[in-house]
């Protein structure tokens, strides 16, 4: 017996970055389990945000890492995350979902956000919460796609390439895109304020980027 001969010590996966476990992962499964583990809850939350029913969310958010397991000896970063590639899978898969069904529901965005947006005019807690409600109004009546960007951005932290990369446009088209909604945002806020004969200034797309910042801030 060789008491010298000392069995090789294994990493510590959860210390990894994605390109290091990716790398790792196409040999070993508990390199992707790792993978897994870090992004099953935002993949889970980005379904269930587009299908409105946990069941289908859970049984959809599994088939996205089935598929992405099946195919990571094939995936390249080239630029793009490993995250937003899950995401383009799991983006695939609900289109499909939605298309097979005939049917499309989004559960509001106000749900994802969470209660910490800033205002930029809140004088007391009741007006914080009928701006914030304008500001949700406002949202709700975006198209898909521009709800869809939202979230990607402010719920999901995402970059303007890795939103490009899920939604299958440029980064330069998303910017524009972002900066479209933004302005339709305002437009749509103020015009609910004419018609109501409201005076100051509802809560306003900047609302969604100082959460962003803020969020960025504690983490």
């Known amino acids: 017996m060789n008491i010298f001969k000392r069995k090789s010590k294994q990493p510590d996966y959860t210390k990894l970055s994605d390109s290091e476990l990716v ?50 000896q094939n995936y390249t970063e080239r630029g793009v995350p490993f995250q937003a ?8 898969l609900v289109a499909n979902w939605h ?31 009928e701006e914030r409600g304008h500001l949700m109004a406002a949202i709700a009546r975006l198209p898909e796609e521009r709800q869809q960007l939202l979230y990607l951005k402010f719920v999901s932290n995402l970059s303007n390439a890795e939103v490009g990369e899920i939604l299958d446009r440029t ?5 524009s895109l972002y900066h479209r909604t933004l302005i339709a945002l305002r437009d749509d806020i103020e015009m609910q304020q004419t018609r109501m004969g409201a005076k100051g200034v509802a809560a306003t797309p900047e609302s969604l980027t100082a959460t962003k910042e803020s969020k960025g801030k504690h983490g």
């Open 23 to 72: 790398i790792l992962a196409k040999d070993s499964q508990e390199a992707f389990g790792v993978l897994y583990e870090r992004y099953v809850e935002k993949i889970y939350r980005y379904i269930y945000y587009r299908t409105g029913n946990h069941q289908d969310a859970e049984d959809l958010t599994a088939g996205v890492f089935h598929r992405a397991m099946a195919h990571i």
């Open 85 to 92: 590639w899950l995401y383009r899978i799991a983006h695939n």
């Open 99 to 129: 298309r097979d069904r005939g049917r499309r529901k989004i559960i509001p965005l106000e749900e994802f956000i969470g209660p910490d947006i800033h205002f930029d005019s809140p004088d007391t807690a009741a007006e914080d919460k």
């Open 171 to 175: 980064e330069g088209a998303i910017k």
